[in-house]
T-cell receptor
Framework: SQTIHQWPATLVQPVGSPLSLECTVE??????LYWYRQAAGRGLQLLFY??????ISSEVPQNLSASRPQDRQFILSSKKLLLSDSGFYLC?????????????FGEGSRLTVL | AQSVTQPDIHITVSEGASLELRCNYS??????LFWYVQSPGQGLQLLLK??????LVQGIKGFEAEFKRSQSSFNLRKPSVHWSDAAEYFC??????????FGAGTTVTVRA
């Protein structure tokens, strides 16, 4: 069976510090990978998606970036965090080429920027 | 562009009462529609999905949803709510591309 892991689960960082959130999927190959952000009282905002190694599409211009160094690894990064980066970050995967398929979500990483 | 509107931000319902959550979507072609549930501090779990065929779809935990093309709606229902149904519910729409668009969510509170 497939599983998805995110870490860290909780992170408190000062403004201006770097960020690295990691997501790993097990039990499948070449998944489509996604990073969503959920701000307090708001819905899910798609940040990045990837259909393969090194292939990243950005949905929202911001000071965040994403990378996919391995087939089942997706990393969300920032060089300098802003207060507005606080939120709940969700990684998700989808079966490749299966556009009707649902997304499978990780447990999320809660980021608080102070 | 695709989008989803969930008109109700917060709903309070008594345990044992029925529940209906509204979802309206905008999509240029045949949509694929989903309902997800999120417990506090957790990821999202799929409740049900609609691709084609029967417009009334059954999901997990006793939920069902009805697709109405004429109204661009995909409302979620449950006949009798349990205290464990207290959560946030998200409607999502997608199509023949890589992305799902989510609504802002509806928080459901269940009172004893």
């Amino acid at each position: 069976s497939q599983t998805i892991h995110q870490w860290p689960a909780t992170l408190v960082q000062p403004v201006g510090s770097p960020l690295s959130l990691e997501c790993t999927v097990e039990g499948t190959s070449n998944p489509n990978l996604y990073w969503y952000r959920q701000a307090a009282g708001r819905g899910l905002q798609l940040l990045f998606y990837s259909v393969g190694i090194g292939q990243i599409s950005s949905e929202v211009p911001q000071n965040l970036s994403a990378s996919r160094p391995q087939d089942r690894q997706f990393i969300l990064s920032s060089k300098k965090l802003l207060l507005s980066d606080s939120g709940f970050y969700l990684c998700a995967w989808r079966r490749p080429g299966y556009w009707t398929g649902e997304l499978f979500f990780g447990e999320g990483s809660r980021l608080t920027v102070l | 562009a695709q989008s989803v509107t969930q008109p109700d931000i917060h709903i309070t319902v008594s345990e044992g009462a029925s529940l209906e959550l509204r979802c309206n979507y905008s999509y240029g072609a045949t949509p694929y529609l989903f309902w997800y549930v999120q417990s506090p501090g957790q990821g999202l779990q799929l409740l049900l999905k609609y691709f084609s065929g029967d417009t009334l779809v059954q999901g997990i935990k006793g939920f069902e949803a009805e697709f109405k093309r004429s109204q661009s709606s995909f409302n979620l229902r449950k006949p009798s709510v349990h205290w464990s149904d207290a959560a946030e519910y998200f409607c999502a729409v997608g199509g023949g591309d890589y992305k799902l668009s989510f609504g802002a969510g509806t928080t459901v509170t269940v009172r004893a």
